[in-house]
Structure formats: C-alpha cells, structure tokens
C-alpha cells in the first residue's frame, strides 16, 4: 500500500471514515489503563512522594508537543519537496493540539517543580527551550490566521515549520548539553530507562496514550480542513458564477 | 493514591487541569468538526437545485 493515495483528499476522507473510531477508542482506552497504573498501582516515589504522578501526564505531554512538531515538519519538507495536497493542511491541523500538548508540559512540570524544586519557573535550558517551542506554536497559527490566501500562509507557515525544528533536538538534548535544574534523561537513553518498572509502565502507556490521541484529533481536525477548503472553493466558484 | 499526603494539592491540580485543558480543546475542535460539516451541507444543498436545472434537458 502507498502512502502517497492518500494525498488525495477524497481517498483520505474515506480511509479516515474508517480508521477515525479505531484511533478514538484507542485512545480512550490507553488513556484511562495509563490513569490507572498511574494513579492506583504505581507506588509513591521514595524521595517525590505522590507528586510523581504528575510526571505521568507532564512528561507525555512534553513528548506529544516535540512529535507534533516533529511531524509538522516533515510535512512542511513534504509539501515543498512532493506538492501532497494534504502536507499544508496536516501541518496546519496538528499545530492548535501542539499548542496545547507544549502548554501543558510547561503548566504541569511547573506545578511538579513548585513543591520539588521550591519554585515555580526558571529560566533553565530544558524550560526555556520549552517555552520557545510553545511560542513557535503560537507564530505558526499566527501566520494561518494573519495571512488571507492559504498559498501564501503556507508558503510562511511551512519555513516557520522547518526553521523552528531546529528547536526540538536542543529541548532533547538540553539537559545534557547544560547544567540543568532539570532531570537528566531517563527513559530514551543509550543503556535503558533508569526508571524502576512501576513508574515506566504508567508512563510508557500514557505516552502511547498521548500519541494516539492526537493521531485522532489529527485525523478529525484533518478532515475538517478538507471540508473547509471545499467550502472555500466553492464560494469562490459561487461568487464568480453570480 | 494517598489523598491526605503532603502536596497532594498540586497533583490534584495538574490532573485536573490537564482535563480542563483537553476537555476545552476536544470540544473547541469538535464544535468547528460539525460547523464545517453543517456549512457545507448548506452551500451543497444551496447549489444542487442550480446544478440540476442547468444539465435539464429542458434548460439544454
């Protein structure tokens, strides 16, 4: 099967048709065993005490606003480099979800980091880098919104994409390049997690949990910027008709 | 999960406002889902009586 059928608009439609209740209930189910392990099985952390539990939603939160990212940029190159009909409206679909995936890694590491840490915020690399991707977020959807004719939004959108990408391997490897306040890497790293199992478990299925969630709002929000599109096309066509 | 332990606050907090959040946005986006969807069953409908007359073969 070739990826590539399914820039066709129609041929998406009909594939998301089918695969949108699957990726919904996925979700929901991944989401709430996550909630579970998290909340009921995982014991508290012999130094953290309960406020561990935060990091089963402040660090999927975190993962799911890089990957969006991520793939907005890849849409970007694929828009530019294969012309997809899909790549813009993708890109420009996932970008209100990475916004809110990159707020809330920013708003719950900073209500985990008031009682660990003694302090709500600080201008440390992980955070501060954090905090620019959700800014680049926001530039992202301001050129969508700033600019009328969608050729031209995505000609800047898809550069703001690409040369904002830069930011997402420095947020990686921040901790490892500076001094951070921040914890090193613990779960993606050469030699294994360094997390004991019962934390790892509720945090692997809340990240998998995260990433088909947005895979479905993706999906959904996709098939919505088809629509629009087509109704765009056709008041043009009605417009110039009358 | 101890609810009596010490910054149980701020877990209670986190949680419950990643709900809010997601909540907020899930239904942001399904409320546009279904506006867009009703528009253009509207412009659709508005349009099909006009492309009907024009392929009659009274009209032709």
């Not at chain 1, 919104?145 to 904002?164: K, L, T, W, Y």
Request: charge should be positive; proline fraction near 5%; charged fraction near 15%.
């Amino acid at each position: 099967m070739r990826i590539e059928k399914y820039a066709n608009p129609a041929r998406f439609l009909s594939l998301q048709k089918s695969v949108q209740p699957w990726l919904t209930g996925s979700a929901v189910v991944l989401i709430v065993v996550g909630l579970y392990l998290g909340l009921v099985v995982a014991p508290p952390d012999y130094q953290q005490g309960e406020t561990v539990r935060i990091m089963f939603i402040h660090v999927p939160a975190a993962w799911t606003a890089m990957m969006t990212y991520t793939f907005m940029a890849a849409c970007s190159i694929v828009a530019i480099v294969m012309r997809h009909p899909l790549a813009d409206m993708a890109a420009k679909a996932a970008a209100p979800f990475g916004a809110v995936f990159a707020f809330l890694a920013l708003a719950t590491g900073s209500l985990w980091g008031k009682p660990m840490w003694g302090t709500w915020w600080v201008w440390d690399a992980r955070l501060t880098s954090t905090f620019v991707l959700f800014l680049l977020y926001l530039g992202y959807i301001a050129v969508w919104q700033a600019i009328e004719e969608p050729s031209r939004a995505a000609a800047i959108a898809r550069i703001v994409a690409i040369v904002g990408f830069i930011n997402v391997p420095i947020i990686k490897f921040s901790v490892d390049w500076w001094h951070s306040l921040h914890q090193g890497e613990s779960v993606f790293r050469m030699g294994g997690p360094t997390i004991y199992p019962t934390i790892l478990w509720p945090l692997l299925v809340m990240g998998l949990g995260y990433t088909v969630m947005f895979a479905a709002l993706e999906f959904s929000a996709l098939r919505t910027e088809v629509l629009a599109r087509r109704i765009r096309q056709m008041e043009i066509a009605e417009a110039q008709g009358s | 999960m101890d609810l009596t332990a010490a910054h149980s606050g701020y877990v209670f907090a986190a949680y419950g406002l990643t709900f809010v959040v997601l909540g907020f946005t899930i239904w942001l986006h399904v409320r546009r889902a279904r506006r867009t969807a009703a528009r253009l069953a509207g412009l659709e409908a508005r349009q099909a009586p006009r492309r009907r007359t024009t392929t009659t073969r009274e009209d032709a």
